[in-house]
């Protein structure tokens, strides 16, 4: 069986509390993706990679799980799933769920049992201490609470309602195993992996991500679950780079397809203070990483072509000059389309969706975002900066809900949005884009062919990347080769004018009007192809 039609996928990410709400809660829900299907299937992905809809107290959107085999009322029923499964299926789109396995809800019937006593069966199936030790949760303060029944402390690596699963114990292992089956049985493709670096961890060494029995326990995993199938795997890794992420990838290893990487985010952080200050943005130090990873150990590594998902600010503020707004969104697209690996698009990528635009902390609802306040304070930070840092960098910033129309909350529900919808104009909905055949939303319609038309298949997987002008402190641009057919990009990352390298071939993609002889205007991107 040929077991690597994760390299043939264009997936879209749904935060599907944001995304569509079927039942006027203000909550996106399961039967609204339902009604959304159609709208994906046009777009041209393939594959959809959700969110947590699983049983949850919602302490952290979701990756909070407390039954790993029952979807949360506020998304819907397992029918609904059922449905969502079965009329995917229908459209030939494939399902990515995401696990969430380094730890579970405290309200997952495991840890309710697990905290009662120390014989207790499941007492095991969590990280126990008699006291705690320095480790930080990255959701602040410390990794380890108190549990009076016990007398113990157990560890949650982020907030106290999420503790941390013992991946070292077999039969909590088992368990994990036989519920990834369940799902792949009944039709799943594959899994996105919530914070996987962190399941092998050393606790008592301070080791908690990439620790010692990390790769022993990925290759148990997927010999006894999804490597028996073609399917998709994609692990969530904050601490690797292009380098060791191949402990993930290679396919000798038997471990996953491929993982996200954040080196290009986490370049930019500031020492202090971490991702929420950021240090001014240089394209050059970011084509470096990315270009890096595409140069690097490609026999053992497929990439994972995103730049956005529901834990960041989005892209387009991160980087564009939003003067430029869908001239930007459309050459972050062609930028990344046409390199190695698979694309991740997240919702409300293919309309120019940008930043929230909350004004009090009374607007958040992301508990990381919440208490970013006081850990920023502790750490000396001035109010004003905590509230620039937060406008900029909270995760809530992605998770807004997704903008459809003209009506009330850009149609997204006739209920009170669970948090606040952006104060965008309607002219980014996708009804709007939908009319107009120079919108962001066309031009994704229309680059995402090009990826999947079989002319271009072999050379966007199996073709050489080779970067060009890297002298250049504006331009992203490299050429794809395989078997005498040459793909290229040529995209001006800059809000300003550069001059245009001369050009061989046919203009395939190109996101403005009409072209400028010797110019390449701000952020304007050509992709051309020669065989
Ligand atoms: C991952 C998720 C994030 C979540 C965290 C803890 O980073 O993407 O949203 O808060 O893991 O599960």
């Known amino acids: 069986m040929e077991k690597n039609s994760y390299k043939d996928q264009i997936v879209y990410q749904i935060y599907p509390r944001s995304f569509s709400d079927s039942q006027s809660d203000g909550v996106g829900d399961i039967k609204g993706i339902v009604d959304k299907l159609d709208y994906l299937k046009d777009l041209g992905i393939t594959t959809i990679w959700l969110s947590p809809i699983f049983s949850s107290p919602m302490e952290d959107g979701g990756y909070d799980i407390a039954d790993y085999y029952h979807v949360d009322s506020l998304f819907g029923t397992d029918e609904d799933l059922d449905l969502l499964l079965k009329e995917s299926k229908k459209r030939g789109l494939k399902i990515l769920l995401d696990l969430v396995v380094n730890h579970t809800s405290d309200k997952h019937h495991w840890f309710l049992e697990a ?13 126990w201490r008699e006291k705690p030790n320095t480790l930080k949760s990255t959701f602040g303060g410390s990794a380890w609470e108190y549990n009076a029944e016990t007398n113990e402390y157990y560890l949650h690596l982020f907030a106290k309602g999420q503790p941390d699963l013992n991946w070292q114990n077999p039969a909590l292992r088992n368990d994990i195993y036989k519920m990834m089956n369940y799902w792949l049985d009944k039709g799943v493709y594959g899994f996105r992996m919530d914070v996987i670096e962190n399941i092998g961890k050393d606790p008592d060494n301070l080791i908690t991500a990439n620790g010692p029995t990390l790769h022993p326990i990925l290759q148990e995993m997927a010999a006894s679950t999804f490597a028996k199938k073609d399917s998709m795997t994609v692990g969530e890794t904050w601490c690797s780079n292009a380098e060791t992420r191949v402990l993930y990838t290679d396919p000798k290893r038997h471990e996953l397809n491929m993982v996200f990487l954040f080196d290009d985010f986490s370049h930019f952080e500031n020492p202090k203070y971490g991702k929420w200050v950021r240090k001014p943005f240089v394209m050059k130090e970011l084509r470096e990483i990315i270009f890096h990873r595409q140069m690097v150990e490609q026999e053992k590594s497929w990439d994972t072509l995103y730049w956005n998902n529901h834990d960041l600010p989005r892209a387009l503020n991160r980087y564009i000059d939003l003067k430029y707004r869908g001239e930007g969104a459309k050459m972050l697209l062609a930028a990344n389309l046409f390199m190695r690996g698979t694309p991740f698009i997240y919702q409300g990528d293919e309309i120019g969706m940008v930043n929230g635009s909350f004004r009090s902390k009374e607007e958040y609802r992301d508990i990381e975002t919440l208490n970013a306040y006081d850990e920023l304070k502790s750490k000396g930070l001035d109010n004003k900066s905590i509230e620039k840092a937060i406008r900029e960098v909270s995760r809530d910033n992605a998770r807004v809900p997704m ?6 909350h ?10 606040k919808c952006s104060d965008d104009g309607i002219a980014w909905t996708v009804e709007e884009e939908t009319k107009n055949p120079r919108s962001v ?10 990826w999947k038309d079989r002319q271009f298949r072999d050379l966007l997987k199996d073709g050489k990347f080779i970067p060009q002008y890297e002298e250049s402190d504006c331009l992203w641009s490299y050429r794809r080769i395989h078997e005498g057919k040459t793909l290229e990009v040529i995209a001006n990352f800059s809000n300003q004018t550069q001059k245009l390298p001369k050009i061989e071939g046919q203009i395939i993609l190109h996101n403005y009007n009409y072209r400028l002889s010797d110019n390449l205007r701000p952020y304007e991107a050509i992709v051309i192809y020669k065989d």
């Open 403 to 408: 903008q459809w129309s003209s009506k009330a």
């Open 410 to 419: 850009f149609g997204f529900s006739n209920g009170q949005p669970w948090l």
């Open 115 to 127: 905290k009662k006593s120390k014989d207790n069966p499941y007492h095991d199936y969590y990280v």
């Open 441 to 450: 939303l066309s031009f994704y319609k229309k680059a995402l062919l090009i």
